[in-house]
Structure formats: structure tokens, C-alpha cells
């Protein structure tokens, strides 16, 4: 069902039951069964964030959040901190706090991109964390995880933030509040005002994905998950929230967002229609999702799988007098030269920022027929001279048809990466293109079970036991039958003394 948002003056005191919020939590609270592919699709996910996550474990940001959750011991109503031995748990909102950074910090999970864009598998670890803490079942935070992908890709469908220069998380503050509602069985009331809350809390702006990334980038994601956990739990005890937020006169989407005209004391029109399951309606939305087969910013994957392709033809890459990519206008400008941010092309920038660069990644990708999610990145090969020179030659354009087709409704027309051009120093011209990254549903090798286990397997290796590897897969692939109580197995733990500590703070 198909529901229309606008901005509503104060006085005309507009019914909860017409607002977004409220239809939301209606979408949380409906207690529809949960679909088998949907559940394998969950599943799925638990091991793709599981995988991404561990292979991070390490790396400084994710010290230092794992620093600060430690700093939050919780023996009874406690989570899990991946990497952490079982025995210690924390308070959840600070286990969501370590885990969401930690999933998020390769930028190698899933992805859904419409009318703006997220990776809703960031979901998960506040919707895991609170059903650890209250100690719910498998099936449970089945039910959970479908509405957290449920509510953040219809809201992604339908309201773009990115062009207000809003980061995404705003849609997932809402989405991880719903989800844990689902969880914990709460009442429409409840939910409606977690949601509000959430919202209100999570609204930050886009600089933290422009010109000089910085680590804030996986801190985001995993930020508004703490947050969601917080109004929930303020809302359980009776606390209220700014209402209504989408529609209100001094709302999100007036002030934030497209609700106001030219005028500042004049609304505009409807300007978002949101699609939402009706009551009954099973929650199937993480279907049209899908994950990254290689460590970089979505729009680069489709490009990196072509870049592939064409180095075959290649006999010497020297020989190149430049490169077009001609694409969408997201990937234009935001991981291409539309950006006009210099530190896209700085051999010295950051991974954060390596990996929103689409001429980085061409030209790696093009020079090694590989992808790696630390040797691609690695210091020495970035500075490569040849590296250097070969990147300082790609340029992309903005081209309507690919702009279309980033937005088509119809999946089989939807396409994210682009068409290249390939122009040698003797005149010569090769061109290719390719629309969907191979492991796309849509693309040459669809991810499936298998491949979320081998992309486990091989992101893990050397940093778990093979035990404790086998363990992990085979506890997640039996989440529907695991008891209440029972979901601190999910958690995968180092050998002991394998978890590196970071710099003293506060906690």
C-alpha cells in the first residue's frame, strides 16, 4: 500500500492514525509469519555481518568502540561483543554500538539503493543486541530482522535524503526502533513513539562521506542503532517523542527534507509517497537487497567486476591515454570525479575515502584482476607509481540513460554500474559496460548460501579457530529452532589474546 507524506500545519491537528509513524508501527506490530526464503535470506545476512565484521575485528576504529562497550560490563540483561569470550557481556545498546562498527567498517555488507541509498543489514546488530539482552529466540529475531530490512528499504524507496545532503542513517534510526519493537512484541503505541524518537535523535548531515572520510563513516551506522536502543527503551518506560515528526509543521520534512515551498509559511504538495506492506501482508523487502562480493562503496562493484573483464584485452596498461567511466549521476558524484573532491585522487587519503573512489578502484582493479579488502588498500600499492598515473587518467561522466536506470522501477532494468571507455596512446579504443555487479540477484554469479559461507570462510581465516568457524555456521543456519535464551551463541569469539586493545578514553 502506497502512502502519501506531507507537511501538516499545527492546527490541523492531524490524526495519528494518518501519520507515517503510526503506519509503521502498524507494519512492526502486525504479527504476519515470517517466509522461509525470507528466513534463509536472514540468515544469509547474520553470516555475511558475522564475516565482514571479524575480518575488521582489528582494525583501529573498531578497537576503540569495542574499548568503549567493554567499558559497559552487564552480567544479567547483558549482549554479546563479537570477538569477546562469552563470559563478558555489556549493556546492549553499547554491544550494538561495537558490533554495528564493527560490520560496517570494511564497507563490505549489503546494500539496497532506490530512491537513496543504505546498507540495511546495519539493522542487525541492535535489533541481536537487544535480543540477547532479553534473552528472545531464534524465531524471534527472525520476525525482528524482517521488519529492520522491511521499514529501511521502503523509506529508501521513497524519500531521498542525499539530495538534502542528509546522511542515510536517518532511515535506519526509525527502521532499528521498529525492529526491535517486532522483537520484543510491543504494543503499536510504544513502537509509534520509539520511532519518533529515533528519527529525531539520528539526523546528521553528508560531510562525514565527503572530502576527507574519516572513520565516523562505520561509527555512523552503528550510532544510530545505540540511539534506536535508548528511545526504545525510554519508550517502554511511557516517555513520549516530538510528534508528529515526518508531517509536523517544524518537522524533518519540513525543515530537513522537500515539505516547504518557496515561502517558508507555505507547504507545499505531497512529496513522498512510501510503500508499506498492508495488514497481512508478509515482509519481504531484504529480497531486494543484496551484498558486496568486494570491499568498497556499492557503485564501485559492478566497475571493479568490469574492470576485470577488460584487462583480458589489455596487453599493456602503460599504453592507455585515458579512461571515461560513464555512469549514473550518484555514482558521478559521489565516488567519482563529480565529487570534486581532490582527496579521490590522493594516493595518501584515507581508506574510508579510497573506497568511495571509483578511479582508485578502476585502476587497481584493472592492474591486478583482483580485489582484497586489505592488500587492494594497503599503503605501498596505493602510493604505486604506475598506480598513481594509471588513476590519475580516469575521469567519469554522467550519462541520462545510466541515471535512468539507477532508478528504474522495473529489476530488470535497474543497473548501478556504467559504460567504459578505454583510449590508447596509438588511437586505438576499447569499450565495455556492464550494469550489475556479478554477485548481484540480477548478475552473473547471484550470491546464495554458499557464497555467504565461502565469503565467511575466507574473511575469517587465520583470525578464528576452524572450530570455532564450524561452530558459528552451523549454530546460524539452525536460527528458527534456537530457544530463548539462547542467541549468545551467534557471538564468535578470538583465541584468547588475539583481540588487540587501543588507546585509554574515558570509559
Not at 42 to 67: E, F, G, H, L
Not at 134 to 152: F, K, N, P
Not at 249 to 265: C, F, K, M, P
Not at 462 to 484: C, H, S, W, Y
Request: proline residues 6%; charged residues 25%.
Amino acid at each position: 500500500m502506497i502512502h502519501p507524506v506531507k507537511v501538516h500545519p499545527s492546527r490541523a491537528l492531524l490524526p495519528r492514525e494518518e501519520q507515517l509513524a503510526w503506519k509503521m508501527a502498524a507494519v512492526a506490530t502486525d504479527r504476519v509469519a515470517v517466509e522461509k526464503d525470507v528466513q534463509a535470506m536472514i540468515i544469509n545476512r547474520i553470516i555475511d555481518n558475522t564475516a565482514v565484521a571479524i575480518a575488521a575485528i582489528n582494525r583501529r576504529p573498531v578497537v576503540s568502540a569495542r574499548d568503549m562497550a567493554l567499558g559497559h560490563p552487564r552480567k544479567a540483561g547483558g549482549a554479546q561483543v563479537l570477538g569477546v569470550k562469552a563470559a563478558t557481556t555489556v549493556s546492549p545498546e553499547w554491544a550494538a554500538w561495537a558490533n554495528g562498527t564493527a560490520v560496517r567498517e570494511l564497507d563490505m555488507h549489503d546494500t539496497f539503493l532506490a530512491a537513496d541509498y543504505s546498507h540495511p543489514g546495519d539493522n542487525i546488530p541492535p535489533i541481536l543486541a537487544v535480543a540477547q539482552a532479553m534473552e528472545r529466540s531464534g524465531r524471534d529475531l527472525i520476525r525482528g530482522i524482517a521488519t529492520g530490512y522491511e521499514i529501511q528499504i521502503d523509506l529508501v524507496r521513497s524519500v531521498c535524503l542525499h539530495e538534502h545532503k542528509v546522511d542515510h542513517i536517518a532511515h535506519l534510526g526509525p527502521s532499528a526502533a521498529a525492529g526491535i519493537g517486532t522483537l520484543l512484541g510491543l504494543k503499536q503505541e510504544v513502537v509509534y513513539q520509539a520511532i519518533q524518537q529515533a528519527l529525531h535523535t539520528t539526523i546528521t548531515f553528508r560531510q562525514s562521506r565527503k572530502g576527507e572520510i574519516s572513520s565516523w563513516k562505520a561509527y555512523a551506522p552503528a550510532h544510530a542503532g545505540k540511539l534506536a536502543i535508548e528511545a526504545v527503551d525510554r519508550c517502554m518506560r511511557g516517555e513520549g517523542a516530538p510528534s508528529p515528526i515526518y508531517e509536523g509543521e517544524d518537522s524533518v520534512i519540513a525543515w530537513v527534507l522537500s515539505g516547504r515551498s518557496n515561502r517558508q509559511d507555505v507547504f507545499g504538495p505531497v512529496y513522498y509517497h512510501v510503500p508499506l506492506p498492508s495488514p497481512g501482508e508478509p515482509k519481504r523487502a531484504i529480497l531486494a537487497s543484496y551484498t558486496k562480493e568486494h570491499s568498497a562503496e556499492y557503485q564501485s562493484q559492478a566497475l571493479i567486476d568490469l574492470a576485470f573483464r577488460m584487462r583480458e584485452r589489455i596487453t599493456d596498461v602503460e599504453a592507455i591515454e585515458r579512461i571515461v567511466i560513464h555512469t549514473s549521476h550518484h555514482t558521478h558524484n559521489v565516488i567519482g570525479t563529480g565529487a570534486k573532491d581532490p582527496q579521490k585522487m590522493d594516493p595518501k587519503a584515507s581508506r574510508e575515502t579510497l573506497d568511495h573512489s571509483i578511479m582508485f578502484a578502476f585502476a587497481v582493479a584493472l592492474q591486478d584482476g583482483r580485489w582484497h579488502h586489505v592488500d587492494s588498500y594497503a599503503p605501498k600499492r596505493v602510493a604505486r607509481a604506475d598506480t598513481v598515473r594509471l588513476w590519475h587518467k580516469i575521469e567519469t561522466r554522467e550519462d541520462p540513460e545510466w541515471t535512468r536506470r539507477y532508478h528504474a522501477k522495473d529489476p530488470d532494468e535497474l543497473a548501478f554500474g556504467g559504460r567504459v571507455e578505454i583510449l590508447f596512446k596509438d588511437g586505438a579504443r576499447l569499450v565495455d559496460e556492464l550494469g550489475v555487479a556479478n554477485a548481484h540477484p540480477n548478475g552473473a554469479r547471484p550470491f546464495a548460501r554458499p557464497d555467504y559461507v565461502a565469503k565467511f570462510r575466507s574473511l575469517t581465516e587465520g583470525i578464528i579457530t576452524a572450530r570455532e568457524a564450524n561452530r558459528f555456521l552451523e549454530t546460524v543456519q539452525d536460527l528458527p529452532r534456537m530457544k530463548a535464551g539462547t542467541l549468545g551463541a551467534l557471538n564468535v569469539a578470538l583465541p584468547a589474546g588475539a583481540l588487540r586493545q587501543g588507546k585509554p578514553g574515558i570509559f
